[in-house]
């Protein structure tokens, strides 16, 4: 019996404290309809529909003197240095200690470098510039540098020993070539493209069907290079030439030579027409010769019953005339009397090197081939008073610095001392022959 009036009582005091509750939140939404004046006649509907529930609240609070505000904490106002960053601040990225060596490299391309490559260990790409810039892995030639890679961003890594590219020739997809701007010493390159011409076609048979049709000339555009390969492509009754140069700075190109011109065959072989390419091993009819200096173009003519070649010369020469290497080509053309038995003969100078010579001669054609043009100095432009230049012509005078050039063989007289200035050097009339110059400005 005591515990049931317990429990009725404990229900009075709840039912009791809801009925508060019900009228301190109905006191709150009339102190917010009357804009706090809790008067009858300040009541409007139309400012009840104005109000949010947190208005609701602060009337009741304001009425009863009960505290009805939320448990929610306010926002901060002061925020740390952490708390403005959008991402998480992680660890660092540690600096590419071989970033620097990428530098001494120009922009990537995709064009392929020419040259046999030595491939490297690498695992990106500027510790591959690192490898070929300290020369840590040899070349295939002797003497050779590093002057170039080829990198696909990660490990692929292949060394080449020039900065030259070869043109039209592109490298695969995300590969790119990399050479460098200038050699170890601080020169300037003197950067080359390996280019593939051909000649047009023409009716195939012997000099006299051959000659005065095709022109092996290296140029293109405005640039002008050095040989470095021909040979012969017969199409049914029509031949070319396809031919390939190293295009770049060779310093221009000299006047035209020829050589003497001779028989163009005999008269009871080769249908007894004197139309025979083994004539031109008779009497250096055939010889095509720059000394150190390279080819540049030549060509057969051929009238009535003779022949012979005429040719340009590049005015650079080899970096290195003791690293030329002498060549024969294969087969044999007898006595040739078309195109058709030239197919074997096919004349290509090893990498970076170009023809400054070649003979026909005995069935074969031989020839050599000779380092392209070093890297050049970096030059200074010099102003110079006429007593400055006056000076220099003194000095030149005194130290006779035009010397016989090469003492080539060809040069049936050598007569340099009275030469005393650069012009009158190369444009000396004494000491020539066919237009070879044998006097050379050495200051």
Not at 205 to 229: F, R
Request: aromatic share 10%; hydrophobic share 30%.
């Amino acid at each position: 019996m005591a515990q049931g009036a317990i429990v009725l009582l404990l229900f009075a005091f709840m039912m009791c404290l809801s009925c508060l509750s019900s009228s301190a939140v109905g006191t709150g939404v009339f102190y917010a309809c009357s804009d706090g004046t809790m008067s009858p006649g300040d009541f409007d509907f139309k400012k009840c529909t104005n109000f949010g529930f947190s208005d609701v609240l602060s009337g009741t609070e304001a009425v009863t003197g009960l505290d009805v505000a939320t448990d929610e904490p306010e926002p901060s106002t002061t925020s740390s240095p952490e708390s403005l960053t959008l991402v998480p601040t992680g660890l660092e990225e540690e600096e590419d200690p071989n970033a620097t060596y990428l530098d001494f490299f120009g922009a990537g391309t995709t064009r392929k470098l020419s040259g046999l490559g030595v491939v490297a260990g690498a695992t990106s790409k500027t510790e591959c510039a690192k490898i070929c810039y300290n020369n840590e892995v040899p070349m295939r030639g002797e003497g050779e540098e590093c002057n170039g890679f080829v990198s696909d961003g990660f490990s692929k890594c292949i060394l080449y020993p020039t900065p030259d590219t070869i043109a039209g020739v592109s490298l695969p997809s995300g590969e790119k070539s990399y050479a460098l701007k200038t050699s170890r010493t601080g020169q300037t390159f003197n950067t080359f493209i390996l280019e593939n011409f051909q000649t047009a076609y023409g009716p195939k048979g012997g000099p006299k069907q051959y000659g005065n049709d095709h022109d092996i000339a290296c140029v293109s555009g405005n640039k002008k290079g050095a040989l470095t390969s021909f040979r012969w492509q017969n199409s049914g009754n029509n031949t070319r030439n396809l031919y390939s140069c190293l295009m770049g700075d060779f310093g221009g190109i000299e006047s035209e030579q020829s050589t003497p011109h001779d028989a163009s065959g005999s008269t009871h072989k080769c249908s007894k027409d004197r139309n025979e390419f083994g004539y031109l091993a008779r009497n250096n009819i055939g010889l095509v010769d720059c000394g150190d200096q390279f080819i540049h173009r030549w060509k057969l003519n051929q009238w009535s019953q003779f022949m012979n070649i005429s040719f340009n010369c590049t005015r650079d020469e080899t970096s290195d005339s003791s690293a030329c290497v002498n060549l024969e080509t294969d087969g044999n053309y007898g006595r040739g009397c078309n195109t058709g038995e030239l197919l074997d003969t096919n004349v290509a100078c090893p990498n970076n090197m170009a023809l400054t010579r070649f003979n026909w001669s005995n069935g074969k054609i031989q020839y050599r081939c000779c380092p392209k043009p070093a890297a050049s100095a970096v030059t200074r432009t010099v102003t110079r008073s006429n007593a400055q230049i006056a000076e220099a012509a003194a000095t030149a005078q005194t130290a006779n610095l035009c010397q016989p050039k090469n003492l080539r063989a060809d040069c049936y007289e050598v007569d340099c001392n009275q030469y005393t200035t650069s012009g009158s050097c190369e444009d000396a009339g004494i000491g020539f022959s066919n237009g070879i110059k044998c006097c050379n400005w050495t200051g």
